[in-house]
C-alpha cells in the first residue's frame, strides 16, 4: 500500500462506527504524520473502577483504543483512582455511594488484567490520576473551579433534570467533569475518547487545555453504547444483559448466540476485528443467502470467544453448545450441590445457583422455562424427595443436585 493508501485505511478504521468525532482534522493531521515521519501521538481513555469486572460495553472503547495503536497511537489508560472516590454523576439521578480506596484499589487491579486481551500492553501507559489530584492541593483546586461557572455547569442534561426536579446535586459532582478534564491537561492529551454519555466530560478536557495553555486542543472520539443482550438497554450487569470478558468461554459463546440477527450486525461493527470489507462481505452474504445468519452469528461467537480465551476453548466452546443445543444432551461440567430432603423446588434452584431468587424461580416455573431431569415442570410448590436430579432454567443454566 502507498503512504496515501495507509491513510486512507487508517482513517476510515477510526471512524468505523463512532457515534460523533469532534475535531476530526486534527486526527487527521496525527495519523497522517505518524504515516508521513513515524511520529506518534496520544489517546487517552478514563475508566474509574468502579465496579470489579469489565463486559463487551466496555471493549467498545477498547477495540477503538486498539484501531489507534495499530495507527500510531500510544494510550494512556487512565484509572480514576481519584475520581472514583467521587464517582461519576453521568446519568445518574442521585449522588453515587463512596468507595472505599480498597475497593477502588482492588477493581483497578482487575481492569488491568483484563485490559490487555485487547490492548497492545507495550503501547499502553497505564496511569492514576490520584497522582496529579492529590498533589494539586487546595489552592490548585480552588484556581480550577474559576475556569467554569454554575451556569454553564447547569447546562448539563442530568444535572438540569435534578436541579428543576429539586433534587439533590452534591458540589463534588460539579467537580468531576473539572477533573476529568484536569487529567487531559496533565497528560497533554491528543485524542481523548469515550461513550456518548461522557460528552460534556470529554469537551471539558478541551476547555481545560485551553485554560490552562497547554498548546494543543485534544479532539473528541465518542462511542455509541452497546445495547445488551435484549437489544434494547445498553449492556449492564445490573440489568443482567451482559457478556462479561471473564465469564466461561462455553457462556461468552451462548450468550453471543443469543442476540437477534439484526443485533449481530450492530456487534460486527462495534467488536470484531474483521474489516469493514470482510463485514460487508458477510452481510452481502446473508442477504443473497449464500450464508445463514446463524453461521454468520457462530463466526462472531467464536471470535469473540477466542480473544478473551483462545481458539480451542472456543472451538470447544461451540461444540459443547451443540452438543446441548442441537443433540438435546446434557453439558459435561455442570454444578453439583447437596440439599436436604423435602426442600422446596424454587429454594433448589435458588442454592444450586441457577436461580437469583424464589421469587423467580416462580415466575420461570410458571413460564415453562423451569425442567427437572429434562422434562418440563408447572408446579412451583413442588418439594424434592430424595434422589439425584438434574435441574434446568432455560437453555443455558443446568445444575446437578443431591438430594439426602
Known amino acids: 500500500m502507498s503512504t496515501t493508501e495507509l491513510i486512507k485505511t487508517a482513517l476510515d478504521e477510526i471512524n468505523r462506527g463512532t457515534a460523533e468525532i469532534i475535531d476530526i482534522e486534527r ?35 477498547l477495540q477503538k483504543l486498539r484501531v489507534f495503536q495499530n495507527h500510531g497511537g500510544r494510550i494512556q489508560l487512565l484509572i480514576g483512582d481519584f475520581t472514583a472516590t467521587i464517582g461519576d454523576p453521568t446519568g445518574k439521578s442521585e449522588t ?25 500492553e507495550s503501547k499502553t501507559e497505564v496511569v492514576f490520576n490520584a497522582k496529579w489530584l492529590e498533589e494539586l492541593g487546595a489552592a ?24 428543576k426536579a429539586g433534587q439533590s446535586i452534591s458540589i463534588s459532582e460539579f467537580l468531576y467533569p473539572l477533573l476529568q478534564g484536569y487529567d487531559s491537561v496533565e497528560l497533554k492529551s491528543d485524542i481523548e475518547i469515550g461513550g456518548t454519555d461522557q460528552k460534556f466530560n470529554l469537551l471539558m478536557g478541551r476547555h481545560l487545555q485551553r485554560a490552562y495553555s497547554v498548546g494543543k486542543e485534544q479532539a473528541v472520539l465518542m462511542m455509541p453504547i452497546l445495547e445488551g443482550l435484549d437489544g434494547v438497554q445498553k449492556m449492564s450487569k445490573s440489568l443482567n444483559n451482559y457478556i462479561g470478558i471473564t465469564e466461561e468461554p462455553k457462556d461468552i459463546y451462548a450468550k453471543t448466540l443469543s442476540i437477534s440477527d439484526e443485533l449481530m450486525w450492530r456487534y460486527y461493527e462495534l467488536l470484531s476485528t474483521k474489516s469493514l470489507e470482510e463485514i460487508e462481505k458477510i452481510r452481502e452474504d446473508v442477504a443473497n443467502g449464500t450464508l445463514h445468519p446463524k453461521i454468520a452469528k457462530e463466526n462472531l461467537a467464536l471470535e469473540l470467544t477466542a480473544r478473551f480465551y483462545n481458539e480451542e476453548s472456543a472451538t470447544m466452546a461451540k461444540s459443547e453448545f451443540d452438543n446441548v443445543f442441537k443433540s438435546n444432551k446434557l453439558p459435561t461440567d455442570m454444578v453439583e450441590c ?59 443454566k443446568f445444575a446437578k443436585v443431591k438430594v439426602k
Open 140 to 163: 490548585g483546586m480552588v484556581a480550577l473551579t474559576t475556569t467554569f461557572n454554575v451556569a454553564r455547569m447547569l447546562e448539563r442534561d442530568d444535572f438540569e433534570k435534578r436541579y
Open 96 to 120: 453515587r455511594k463512596v468507595l472505599d480506596r480498597e475497593t477502588i484499589m482492588a477493581n483497578a487491579q482487575t481492569y488491568q488484567d483484563q485490559v490487555f486481551n485487547v490492548l497492545d
Open 27 to 61: 486526527i487527521e493531521k496525527l495519523v497522517t504524520k505518524f504515516y508521513e515521519e513515524g511520529e506518534t501521538y496520544t489517546v487517552k481513555a478514563g475508566f474509574d473502577p468502579t465496579g470489579a469486572d469489565l463486559h463487551l460495553g466496555h471493549t467498545v472503547l
Open 338 to 396: 447437596e440439599v436436604e430432603a423435602g426442600i422446596w423446588i424454587c429454594k433448589a434452584l435458588v442454592d444450586a445457583g441457577i436461580e437469583p431468587s424464589t421469587s423467580q424461580a416462580r415466575r420461570d416455573i410458571k413460564q415453562g422455562a423451569v425442567r427437572i431431569d429434562q422434562e418440563k415442570i408447572s408446579d412451583e410448590k413442588m418439594n424434592l424427595e430424595m434422589g439425584e436430579y438434574i435441574l434446568q432454567v432455560g437453555k443455558r
